[in-house]
């Protein structure tokens, strides 16, 4: 069993930084592979970005590519999304997730069998 909880998000201008945080608890963090998910206003929950077990692969929707970065450190439980050059269109409750097979990355949701309660973030001027 493995609890996330999400920590980080807030109201942001356009163009400016936040990084969101995922702590995990359970020893066996280092071999899940991790996801961010997000669910804008009034939309489905969409796929942000995903990384494996060692953080040696990523990958991310293309709306994200070049302005999010995921990254993870084993040694705190924890996994991160930076993210950089914000549009009111990123204003959404972001989601982490796991998933206990980590040597690939994951792109859906039905694929993780755990989840974070979520953090708002909302990019608006």
């Known amino acids: 069993q493995v609890q996330l909880v999400e920590s980080g998000g807030g109201l942001v201008q356009p163009g400016g930084s936040l990084r969101l945080s995922c702590a995990a608890s359970g020893r066996t963090f280092s071999s899940y592979a991790m996801g961010w998910f997000r669910r804008p206003p009034g939309q489905e929950r969409e796929f942000v970005a995903a990384?494996?077990?060692?953080?040696?692969?990523?990958y991310y929707a293309d709306s994200v590519k070049g302005r999010f970065t995921i990254s993870r450190d084993n040694a705190k439980n924890t996994v991160y999304l930076q993210m950089n050059s914000l549009k009111p269109e990123d204003t959404a409750v972001y989601y982490c997730?796991?998933?206990?097979?980590?040597?690939?990355?994951?792109?859906?949701?039905?694929?993780?069998?755990?989840w974070g309660q979520g953090t708002q973030v909302t990019v608006s001027s």
């Open positions: 990384i494996t077990w060692n953080g040696a692969y990523t």
């Open positions: 997730a796991a998933k206990d097979s980590g040597s690939v990355y994951y792109t859906r949701i039905a694929q993780y069998s755990y």
